[in-house]
């Protein structure tokens, strides 16, 4: 039997823009390391705020992906033939912006596409280091291998973050909660609230395995697009490099994570498709926007 939800106290159809430049600033103040102030009473007591709108945000993308679950199985097999399928046909798939990113856009509508993504990275290395805790040995191993790679395996020119901010740097681009849709900001708010809290961890491995299943083909017309603009490969190279890595971190995952999880709980199938499926469905919405900003609906 499903399990009524609870109506929500925030109108999502008018207070989206709102709710997302909140919820960015909660994230990036509780993610930055700070110092202790006298007032951490009065900040706990808002920071407990903040988290029930996160929870009203994230339990209202999964009620809306419910419909999306009827088909789904538990048993192991059939699960990772499922959740490999979302590839080819999980939401936002396929998507015609990125071939006229690719072939068509000038370099201002490219910027703009950047800005908004740079703005709703949610940096994937510590969303990985925060999922990982108390998982079971096979998993944690997998999510530190990821890590690993993420952090250039321990060379500074090889991470993963600084890559995209070199390619930030290159183009000028400055990104700014103010100026960034809210369609980009859930969704690196989405990824926040799923590795912060410890009941949507499964989420967060469901929704970490879906980018890697899906970005490669992204990543690459994305980097397409760039070189056909005359961008360096040194300031492509994070779009470069996932084109290609992605593909053996997605093999990886769905192996060495996703299934011994499955095999071992089936239970655990469902929120880690239910991650997939919210992490998929926030980044088709940002595909829809950008197409609306670029005049291709």
């Not at 102030?37 to 900040?43: D, I, L």
């Not at 999922?131 to 999510?143: A, D, G, N, S």
């Not at 890697?212 to 992204?218: S, V, Y």
């Not at 060495?256 to 499955?262: C, K």
Request: aromatic share 8%; with cysteine; hydrophobic share 45%.
């Amino acid at each position: 039997m499903t399990q009524r939800r609870a109506p929500s106290v925030v109108d999502f159809a008018t207070q989206q823009d709102r709710l997302q430049q909140q919820l960015a600033r909660f994230n990036r103040a509780r993610l930055s390391p700070s110092l202790p102030e006298p007032s951490w009473r009065e900040a706990i007591r808002e920071e407990a705020r903040l988290r029930m709108l996160e929870g009203e945000y994230v339990e209202h993308e999964r009620a809306q992906i419910e419909p999306m679950l009827s088909d789904m199985p538990q048993q192991v097999d059939s699960f990772m033939r499922w959740f490999e399928a979302l590839e080819a046909n999980g939401p936002g798939q396929q998507d015609r912006l990125f071939p006229w990113l690719a072939e068509q856009a000038t370099r201002e509508q490219m910027c703009w596409f950047l800005v908004q993504e740079v703005a709703g990275e949610a940096g994937f290395d510590d969303l990985v280091a925060m999922t990982q805790v108390k998982l079971p040995t096979q998993p944690k191993l997998e999510l530190a291998r990821n890590y690993w790679d993420e952090m250039g395996r321990g060379q500074a020119k090889g991470m993963h973050g600084p890559m995209l901010g070199r390619l930030a740097t290159e183009l000028g681009l400055v990104p700014t909660i103010e100026h960034t849709v809210w369609e980009s900001l859930s969704l690196a708010n989405l990824m926040c609230a799923f590795a912060t809290n410890r009941r949507y961890a499964y989420h967060s491995v469901g929704a970490l395995g879906a980018i890697e299943l899906t970005a490669p083909g992204r990543a690459a017309l994305v980097g397409a697009g760039l070189k056909r603009l005359g961008i360096g490969l040194d300031a492509r190279q994070y779009f470069e490099l996932h084109a290609v890595l992605d593909v053996k971190h997605s093999a990886a995952w769905n192996e060495e994570a996703i299934r011994p999880l499955v095999a071992a709980d089936p239970r655990l199938a469902r929120p880690i498709a239910e991650g997939a499926l919210m992490r998929l469905r926030a980044g088709q919405r940002c595909f829809d926007r950008y197409r609306r900003a670029f005049g291709l609906v």
